[in-house]
């Protein structure tokens, strides 16, 4: 989400200047928001330089009316050891653009950018959190309506879990033009480039992998519980390592996937393109795949026993399995609902 040119236009503007450490420069950086009124009576744009932020073992909360600022992802950096909420946490009516954001982890949370508001304005950020012990992410957002995020690169890595690019728990938020790349090792629990749980998300025009060969489970995109809304549209999405892989995993009926490519590339009988395992007693109820490409190592698509899928428009390779009590509907279109055959084409004529 971006802010009205108008807001931004009557905004005070404050160049932080560089400290001789990067300790005095993050020490300046958060002088200078907590200077600002906590009322929100005040809008300003704190200009950053192009250095290093450190803001030590203490994250910077912001407030309304607070935008960041950098020079260029790969100049101006904000970082932490926090394992507190994250190194940068959100605000309604405040924002990021233009920065790097990391948290180099070593406590039992390691989150780069944490946000519980409405109306954060994040975009043309890099996002990357190492090292937690319990739990990492690039960018989590919880218990947050209507945000609106574009051109974020997030990465997330370390040895314990979970491990995830991007978290969104109860939140509603559209992702667009973005990047997610999560990297789990061998004691991680789950690995994944976006995880939902809860809420609705969006995204759109997304490049998103997961890599944990050690892991438990890896999934490009996890959407977890019965309450989920997830969108993927226009989008790329890779998942490999473990003994259980997807590009894709719905864990509820409510996942939509639309003119994009899954591809589950470990090298075992358990890596899929789609992976279904949710349970809905209304058979009008089911997950949807259209116009994509959808890949795995042996299976392209897996249903677990009660799941129903609708696939139209698409190629699978290889073919599908389905558990007992499933439901895959192979279809032209939404009005032809004559099954085809497992890679989506007619029945041979008699």
Same mark, same amino acid.
């Given at each position: 989400?971006?802010?009205?040119?108008?807001?931004?236009?009557?905004?005070?503007?404050?160049?932080?200047?560089?400290?001789?450490?990067?300790?005095?420069?993050?020490?300046?950086?958060?002088?200078?928001?907590?200077?600002?009124?906590?009322?929100?009576?005040?809008?300003?744009?704190?200009?950053?330089?192009?250095?290093?932020?450190?803001?030590?073992?203490?994250?910077?909360?912001?407030?309304?009316?607070?935008?960041?600022?950098?020079?260029?992802?790969?100049?101006?950096?904000?970082?932490?050891?926090?394992?507190?909420?994250?190194?940068?946490?959100?605000?309604?009516?405040?924002?990021?653009?233009?920065?790097?954001?990391?948290?180099?982890?070593?406590?039992?949370?390691? %989150?780069?950018?944490?946000?519980? !508001?409405?109306?954060?304005?994040?975009? @043309?950020?890099? #996002?990357? $959190?190492? /090292? +937690?012990?319990?739990?990492?992410?690039?960018?989590?957002?919880?218990?947050?309506?209507?945000?609106?995020?574009?051109?974020?690169?997030?990465?997330?890595?370390?040895?314990?879990?979970?491990?995830?690019?991007?978290?969104?728990?109860?939140?509603?938020?559209?992702?667009?033009?973005?990047?997610?790349?999560?990297?789990?090792?061998?004691?991680?629990?789950?690995?994944?480039?976006?995880?939902?749980?809860?809420?609705?998300?969006?995204?759109?025009?997304?490049?998103?992998?997961?890599?944990?060969?050690?892991?438990?489970?890896?999934?490009? %995109?996890?959407?977890?519980?019965? !309450?989920?809304?997830?969108?993927?549209? @226009?989008?790329? #999405?890779? $998942?490999? /390592? +473990?003994?259980?892989?997807?590009?894709?995993?719905?864990?509820?009926?409510?996942?939509?996937?639309?003119?994009?490519?899954?591809?589950?590339?470990?090298?075992?009988?358990?890596?899929?393109?789609?992976?279904?395992?949710?349970?809905?007693?209304?058979?009008?109820?089911?997950?949807?795949?259209?116009?994509?490409?959808?890949?795995?190592?042996?299976?392209?698509?897996?249903?677990?026993?009660?799941?129903?899928?609708?696939?139209?428009?698409?190629?699978?390779?290889?073919?599908?399995?389905?558990?007992?009590?499933?439901?895959?509907?192979? %279809?032209?279109?939404?009005?032809?609902?004559?099954?085809?055959?497992?890679?989506?084409?007619?029945?041979?004529?008699?």
């Amino acid at each position: 989400m971006t802010p009205a040119p108008d807001v931004l236009a009557t905004a005070r503007i404050r160049v932080i200047p560089l400290g001789t450490t990067t300790l005095e420069s993050g020490a300046l950086l958060r002088a200078a928001v907590e200077a600002v009124p906590s009322d929100g009576s005040q809008t300003w744009v704190m200009k950053l330089g192009a250095g290093t932020y450190d803001l030590g073992g203490t994250g910077l909360v912001l407030k309304t009316g607070v935008y960041l600022e950098g020079h260029g992802a790969e100049v101006s950096r904000i970082v932490s050891s926090t394992p507190g909420d994250g190194t940068v946490v959100g605000a309604t009516g405040a924002g990021l653009r233009n920065l790097y954001v990391g948290n180099t982890g070593g406590g039992e949370w390691s %989150v780069a950018v944490f946000n519980t !508001s409405a109306g954060f304005a994040v975009s @043309d950020l890099k #996002v990357e $959190a190492l /090292g +937690g012990n319990g739990f990492t992410a690039g960018l989590c957002y919880r218990n947050a309506p209507s945000n609106s995020l574009s051109r974020i690169e997030a990465r997330a890595s370390s040895n314990r879990g979970p491990v995830f690019g991007y978290a969104f728990h109860a939140s509603d938020v559209t992702l667009e033009d973005s990047k997610a790349n999560a990297q789990g090792g061998p004691a991680v629990s789950e690995t994944a480039g976006v995880f939902v749980d809860a809420g609705s998300v969006v995204l759109r025009r997304m490049l998103i992998s997961a890599f944990a060969p050690q892991g438990d489970k890896t999934f490009g %995109v996890d959407a977890h519980g019965n !309450s989920t809304q997830v969108i993927l549209v @226009d989008s790329e #999405v890779f $998942a490999s /390592g +473990g003994p259980l892989s997807a590009a894709v995993r719905a864990g509820t009926a409510g996942v939509s996937v639309r003119s994009s490519r899954l591809k589950g590339s470990a090298g075992n009988d358990f890596s899929y393109g789609f992976y279904a395992d949710f349970s809905n007693p209304d058979p009008n109820v089911r997950a949807g795949i259209d116009q994509s490409i959808i890949e795995g190592f042996s299976t392209s698509l897996y249903l677990r026993g009660g799941t129903r899928v609708r696939l139209s428009h698409s190629r699978i390779h290889p073919a599908p399995h389905a558990e007992a009590a499933t439901t895959l509907t192979c %279809v032209f279109t939404s009005q032809d609902t004559t099954p085809l055959d497992a890679q989506c084409r007619p029945p041979p004529n008699p």
